[in-house]
């Protein structure tokens, strides 16, 4: 039902910084909870940071505390995942994804995903 599109993903040297974008193809986005997943090969998807519709309520991972901002502009219908001081392991392809509702940090709830950015951090 919902089309999203990942963008921003690159390479980065350890201590940079990386902001990706997701933009949604739906009437009111204020109406959908989104999060930030990003997955390796071999491991489970992973939660990274959540947004509620207005973005009043954000959550992070432990592992990106500090370093990540989750935000939105929904008269853009537009996501982003501004990503600083980068470090090897942050190194996955970063998915978005979104309900209609509120967020959460379990990707089996979620009815939508992008087609994923890579992000590559290494020296």
């Known amino acids: 039902q919902v089309q999203l599109v990942e963008s921003g993903g690159g390479l980065a040297y350890p201590g940079e910084s990386l902001r990706l974008s997701c933009r949604a193809s739906?009437?009111?986005?204020?109406?959908?909870?989104m999060g930030w997943f990003r997955q390796v090969p071999g491991k489970e998807r992973e939660f990274v940071a959540r947004?509620?519709?207005?973005?009043?309520?954000?959550y992070y991972a432990d592992s990106v505390k500090g370093r990540f901002s989750i935000s939105r502009e929904n008269t853009k219908n537009t996501m982003y995942l501004q990503m600083n001081n980068l470090k090897p392991e942050d190194t996955a392809v970063y998915y978005c994804a979104g309900r209609q509702g509120l967020p959460t940090e379990n990707p089996a709830i979620y009815d939508d995903w992008g087609q994923g950015t890579q992000v590559t951090v290494s020296s």
């Open positions: 947004i509620s519709g207005r973005g009043g309520v954000i």
């Open positions: 739906v009437r009111t986005f204020s109406d959908y909870g």
